[in-house]
Nanobody, 121 residues
Framework: QVQPVESGGGLVRTGGSLTLSCAAS????????MGWYRQAPGKERELVAL???????NYIDSVKGRFTISSDNAKNMFYLQMDTLKPEDTAVYYC???????????????WGQGTQVTVSS
């Protein structure tokens, strides 16, 4: 198993948009859940959004209505569309995939290395 790989971060002005992508190493049938997390300087890592294998989604309150998580199972790809970005969204964003059966007997979480998102005021 190999860690997922994020891409799509960058510098954007307040109110702008970015789309983050996560390339999962495992086939989608083995991924029970995928989440986008972020960590700002001096703060703990927090869950931003998640999507389950059944398509259910969940978001933290601060991004509801602005961020959208989605998946393309045929490509083993996950996305985070971020609109109306704010300076407080500035952080390193991480992709996490929970990989289990039939690939693994037990569910294991795999983390990407992160991608920087900076929102200027």
């Amino acid at each position: 198993q190999v860690q997922p790989v994020e891409s799509g971060g960058g510098l954007v002005r307040t109110g702008g948009s970015l789309t983050l992508s996560c390339a999962a190493s495992e086939v989608s049938i083995c991924i029970s859940e995928m989440g986008w997390y972020r960590q700002a300087p001096g703060k703990e890592r927090e869950l931003v959004a998640l999507i389950t294998s059944g398509g259910g989604t969940n978001y933290i309150d601060s991004v509801k209505g602005r961020f959208t998580i989605s998946s393309d199972n045929a490509k083993n790809m996950f996305y985070l569309q971020m609109d109306t970005l704010k300076p407080e969204d500035t952080a390193v964003y991480y992709c996490k995939t929970d990989v289990g059966r039939p690939c693994l007997d037990q569910t294991v979480a795999f983390w990407g290395q992160g991608t920087q998102v900076t929102v200027s005021s």
